[in-house]
C-alpha cells in the first residue's frame, strides 16, 4: 500500500511539475512554538525548531503549490495531572518536558496577493522519527508514530528570502496509550526560507 501511495504522489508530482509556469528550490528554517492539546500536558506553548527544504510551482500570477519537506520538532510541559491519569504506568519520576521529532510534508495551495505577499493553506503529514521514552514505564510508546494537520499562513516575499508565519493545528489523536485523553499537536511556526534556483 505505502509503495502505491508513493508511486501515485510521484506521478501526481511529475505531471504538476511539467505543468507549471514557475519552479523554484529553496531551504529554510525557524523556529516551532508547540504544545499537545490534552489535559495531560500544560497549555503553554514550548520552543522548537524546524529546518528543510520547500518546492514553489505556480502555475499563473494567482495561485500555485507549495510542498516541503521538514525536520520539525514539538516540544512540550507535561500537566500534573499526568500522572494521576496514568499512575498505574508511569514510573516515580518522569521528565516533565517531552521532545517529539517529525519528519513532516506539508503540501500547501500558495494564494499570491501580488509580489509581496503570499497566503498557504493546505494538510501536512508527519511521521514521527523518535520520542521521549521516560513517560512510561519499560519503555511503552506514548505517542502514534503518524500526525495529520491543517497549516494556514503567510509569507512575505522579499526577492529571494522569505519571511513566514503559519499556525498548525493537529487534526489525529497521537495518543497511543488509551483513550482517556485526546492529544493533539498544535504550533505556531516562525521563520525565513531562501530561494536558491
Do not use: C
Not at 497549555?43 to 510551482?57: K, R, T
Not at 512510561?136 to 526577492?159: C, P, R, S
Amino acid at each position: 500500500m505505502k509503495k502505491i501511495i508513493l508511486s501515485a504522489i510521484i506521478i501526481t508530482a511529475f505531471i504538476i511539475t511539467t505543468n507549471a509556469q514557475s519552479f523554484h528550490i529553496g531551504a529554510k528554517a525557524g523556529a516551532n512554538l508547540g504544545k499537545i492539546q490534552g489535559q495531560s500536558f500544560k497549555s503553554g506553548f514550548d520552543l522548537g525548531y524546524q529546518l528543510g527544504g520547500f518546492i514553489e510551482l505556480d502555475f499563473n500570477n494567482n495561485w500555485g503549490i507549495q510542498p516541503e519537506l521538514l525536520f520539525s520538532q514539538t516540544t512540550t510541559t507535561v500537566d500534573s495531572g499526568f500522572a494521576s491519569i496514568y499512575q498505574d504506568v508511569v514510573p516515580s519520576v518522569i521528565d516533565d518536558k517531552v521532545h517529539l521529532n517529525y519528519l513532516s510534508i506539508p503540501v500547501l495551495l500558495r494564494l499570491n496577493a501580488g509580489k509581496l505577499l503570499t497566503f498557504h493553506i493546505g494538510p501536512q503529514f508527519s511521521v514521527l522519527t523518535s520520542s521521549d521514552k521516560t513517560l512510561f514505564q519499560e519503555g511503552k510508546q506514548a505517542f502514534k508514530n503518524g500526525d495529520f494537520a491543517a497549516i494556514a499562513g503567510a509569507q512575505v516575499n522579499l526577492g529571494s528570502l522569505k519571511v513566514y508565519g503559519r499556525y498548525n493545528i493537529g487534526l489525529s489523536n497521537i495518543n497511543n496509550v488509551d483513550n482517556k485523553d485526546k492529544w493533539k499537536n498544535q504550533q505556531i511556526q516562525l521563520g525565513l526560507g531562501y530561494r536558491i534556483l
